[in-house]
């Protein structure tokens, strides 16, 4: 008897403590449903008790004497069974928590299976079967919610695969808002987002809006078995900057969730790499914030007309070239222009362009009047007329040519020295007309001092001899007289660029000799110098 009292308290106590429900994390403790199959059974025999007779009267009585109490035979108390039932440590979950249970009253080592049913007993989900351990119990399990039940009551029943027990519990499936979370809530039109979103229905389609519901969506998703979401690098649109909702809405639940998200706007910047440019430079630029792959008209100075280049930008939106806008023949102050095509925004860079600084060389740097000198010059104003002056406060303009396509020239403008030039330095000065670039150097005009030369200086009567004179002026005409610069004309001849002739003339010389030296005169008819030799007669058969 007392072991059985013992068994019965014992039952009583768990069946006690299981009707009791334990909160969780994934929810609420709702009403915690107990049920299972099997029971237990005491039995008791009782205890017999002799009856008494009780005497009355007067007079003696007789008094049956009473039997020999029998001897009592203990019956043996059966092992009542356990009962059978499971306990959710939460009868209210949502979707993405956890059905944690435990249970008692099967098979000690059996497969026992899982199941989730609806509240007609219809199998909804297949669960990952559980073993019991070595005293029928189940130790604390904990499954994840079945995709794809719906808000409302549920069931979980579990089976022992061998002993056939089974207990079944019910619970409520509570719904879940959707949740979305970006990887960052700003970015550039026409850049990217990143975003991650739980609680949609699973494998509904889940469409991204911009701004709002109406129109066609950015994009769609389909939500996975759990009802997540997940978008990488989902492209933006070209849109001005600000701020924007983003809706997130599953076609199935059609519950939109919306997110804040801020849309940067642009705001592009150039660098020149040289803000005092010679004439004609290749500029390169470097520039940051246009929108991706974006074209770039840079015009110069004004954007009426046609640009002068156009750039595009690369996927990052910048700008790194070297060398790709060529500036034409300008001076002093200037503005560069950048447009971007897409998004109209503007920048203006300014710079000042530099004069042209040419170069110049001469073909001789001294030389007498006559002396021709031809110009060597580059860097100037391509295909503009160049004019060459020489000569300081009264200075003469000796020539006038072209510069070739690259602004360069050789062996161009060549002119003489001019006659009547003073010995010394005399600067050579070269003015282009466009650019009005000038450019002086120096050149040396040599004194003028002719000499005169015969073929025979002393011979008898009759000799021929002829002239020859040098360093006069270039190419001017020299006249030989005889005796005087007013004499007889003996002959003439035109000098070379050096100043200089030879062996002009045939003159026979006649006279008594011993006599005074016959003088003849050469006279530069443009410069006026005048260079003397004399002849000897002498008698016949005397040496030379």
Same mark, same amino acid.
């Given at each position: 008897?007392?072991? =059985?009292?013992?068994?019965?308290?014992?039952?009583?106590?768990?069946?006690? =403590?299981?009707?009791?429900?334990?909160?969780?994390?994934?929810?609420?403790?709702?009403?915690?449903?107990?049920?299972?199959?099997?029971?237990?059974?005491?039995?008791?025999?009782?205890?017999? =008790?002799?009856?008494?007779?009780?005497?009355?009267?007067?007079?003696?009585?007789?008094?049956?004497?009473?039997?020999?109490?029998?001897?009592?035979?203990?019956?043996?108390?059966?092992? @009542?069974?356990?009962?059978?039932?499971?306990?959710?440590?939460?009868?209210?979950?949502?979707?993405?928590?956890?059905?944690?249970?435990?249970?008692?009253?099967?098979?000690?080592?059996?497969?026992?299976?899982?199941?989730?049913?609806?509240?007609?007993?219809?199998?909804?989900?297949?669960?990952?079967?559980?073993?019991?351990?070595?005293?029928?119990?189940?130790?604390?399990?904990?499954?994840?919610?079945?995709?794809?039940?719906?808000?409302?009551?549920?069931?979980?029943?579990?089976?022992?695969?061998?002993?056939?027990?089974?207990?079944?519990?019910?619970?409520?499936?509570?719904?879940?808002?959707?949740?979305?979370?970006?990887?960052?809530?700003?970015?550039?039109?026409?850049?990217?987002?990143?975003?991650?979103?739980?609680?949609?229905?699973?494998?509904?389609?889940?469409?991204?809006?911009?701004?709002?519901?109406?129109?066609?969506?950015?994009?769609?998703?389909?939500?996975?078995?759990?009802?997540?979401?997940?978008? #990488?690098?989902?492209?933006? @649109?070209?849109? #001005?900057?600000?701020?924007?909702?983003?809706?997130?809405?599953?076609?199935? !639940?059609?519950?939109?969730? !919306?997110?804040?998200?801020?849309?940067?706007?642009?705001?592009?910047?150039?660098?020149?790499? *040289?803000?005092?440019?010679?004439?004609?430079?290749?500029?390169?630029?470097?520039?940051?914030?246009?929108?991706?792959?974006?074209?770039?008209?840079?015009?110069?100075?004004?954007?009426?007309? *046609?640009?002068?280049?156009?750039?595009?930008?690369?996927?990052?939106?910048?700008?790194?070239?070297?060398?790709?806008?060529?500036?034409?023949?300008?001076?002093?102050?200037?503005?560069?222009?950048?447009?971007?095509?897409?998004?109209? %925004?503007?920048?203006?860079?300014?710079?000042?362009?530099?004069?042209?600084?040419? !170069? +110049?060389?001469? %073909?001789?740097?001294?030389?007498? @009047?006559?002396?021709?000198?031809?110009?060597?010059?580059?860097?100037?104003?391509?295909?503009?007329?160049?004019?060459?002056?020489?000569?300081?406060?009264?200075?003469?303009?000796?020539?006038?040519?072209?510069?070739?396509?690259?602004?360069?020239?050789?062996?161009?403008?060549?002119?003489?020295?001019?006659?009547? $030039?003073?010995?010394?330095?005399?600067? $050579?000065?070269?003015?282009?007309? !466009?650019?009005?670039?000038?450019?002086?150097?120096?050149?040396?005009?040599?004194?003028?001092? @002719?000499?005169?030369?015969?073929?025979?200086?002393?011979?008898?009567?009759?000799?021929?001899?002829?002239?020859?004179?040098?360093?006069?002026?270039?190419?001017?005409? $020299?006249?030989?007289?005889?005796?005087?610069?007013?004499?007889?004309?003996?002959?003439?001849?035109?000098? *070379?660029?050096?100043?200089?002739?030879?062996?002009?003339? =045939?003159?026979?010389?006649?006279?008594?000799?011993?006599?005074?030296?016959?003088?003849?005169?050469?006279?530069?008819?443009?410069?006026?110098?005048?260079?003397?030799?004399?002849?000897?007669?002498?008698?016949?058969? +005397?040496?030379?």
């Amino acid at each position: 008897m007392i072991r =059985s009292d013992l068994i019965l308290v014992s039952v009583l106590a768990t069946l006690a =403590s299981a009707s009791c429900a334990v909160s969780s994390s994934s929810g609420d403790a709702g009403p915690v449903r107990l049920a299972g199959t099997g029971g237990m059974t005491a039995t008791a025999t009782p205890v017999g =008790s002799a009856a008494g007779a009780d005497g009355g009267g007067s007079g003696s009585a007789s008094t049956t004497p009473a039997a020999p109490a029998a001897t009592q035979v203990p019956t043996e108390t059966p092992t @009542p069974l356990p009962t059978t039932f499971i306990l959710l440590r939460s009868g209210s979950v949502t979707p993405d928590a956890r059905l944690n249970f435990v249970g008692q009253g099967f098979k000690p080592g059996e497969a026992i299976a899982v199941t989730v049913e609806d509240e007609q007993g219809d199998t909804e989900a297949k669960l990952s079967p559980i073993v019991a351990n070595k005293d029928g119990r189940i130790d604390e399990v904990s499954l994840p919610v079945p995709a794809g039940l719906n808000p409302g009551e549920h069931a979980i029943h579990v089976t022992g695969t061998l002993s056939g027990r089974s207990a079944r519990t019910a619970f409520r499936l509570q719904w879940l808002a959707p949740k979305v979370e970006l990887a960052s809530y700003t970015a550039k039109a026409e850049h990217s987002f990143s975003f991650v979103g739980r609680g949609f229905t699973p494998g509904e389609v889940v469409e991204v809006h911009l701004g709002g519901l109406g129109g066609t969506p950015l994009t769609t998703f389909t939500a996975d078995a759990q009802g997540m979401v997940t978008g #990488r690098n989902v492209p933006l @649109p070209l849109i #001005r900057g600000g701020d924007y909702p983003l809706y997130f809405v599953g076609r199935q !639940s059609q519950t939109p969730v !919306s997110v804040g998200f801020n849309v940067q706007g642009f705001t592009p910047w150039v660098v020149l790499d *040289n803000y005092a440019p010679p004439p004609y430079y290749k500029m390169g630029v470097s520039g940051e914030d246009f929108a991706p792959n974006e074209p770039v008209q840079v015009y110069l100075d004004t954007r009426v007309g *046609n640009p002068i280049v156009t750039l595009e930008a690369s996927a990052q939106g910048k700008i790194r070239l070297k060398q790709v806008i060529e500036l034409p023949a300008l001076r002093g102050p200037h503005t560069l222009i950048f447009v971007a095509q897409q998004t109209g %925004s503007e920048y203006k860079a300014d710079f000042i362009a530099q004069p042209f600084t040419p !170069s +110049l060389e001469l %073909s001789v740097y001294a030389g007498r @009047p006559g002396t021709p000198v031809s110009l060597v010059g580059a860097k100037w104003e391509h295909n503009e007329t160049v004019r060459a002056y020489m000569g300081d406060k009264n200075r003469k303009m000796v020539a006038t040519f072209q510069a070739d396509a690259s602004g360069s020239f050789r062996n161009a403008g060549s002119f003489k020295v001019p006659i009547g $030039v003073a010995a010394g330095g005399v600067p $050579v000065t070269v003015v282009g007309d !466009s650019s009005q670039a000038t450019t002086t150097i120096w050149f040396q005009v040599l004194e003028v001092k @002719p000499s005169a030369e015969l073929t025979a200086y002393k011979g008898p009567s009759g000799t021929t001899v002829a002239f020859t004179g040098r360093a006069f002026a270039g190419g001017e005409r $020299v006249i030989v007289h005889l005796r005087d610069a007013g004499g007889p004309v003996l002959a003439e001849a035109t000098t *070379n660029d050096a100043g200089a002739f030879e062996h002009v003339g =045939s003159y026979t010389v006649t006279g008594p000799p011993g006599g005074d030296a016959l003088p003849f005169v050469l006279v530069g008819q443009d410069s006026g110098a005048k260079a003397t030799t004399h002849f000897k007669i002498t008698r016949p058969g +005397l040496a030379g």
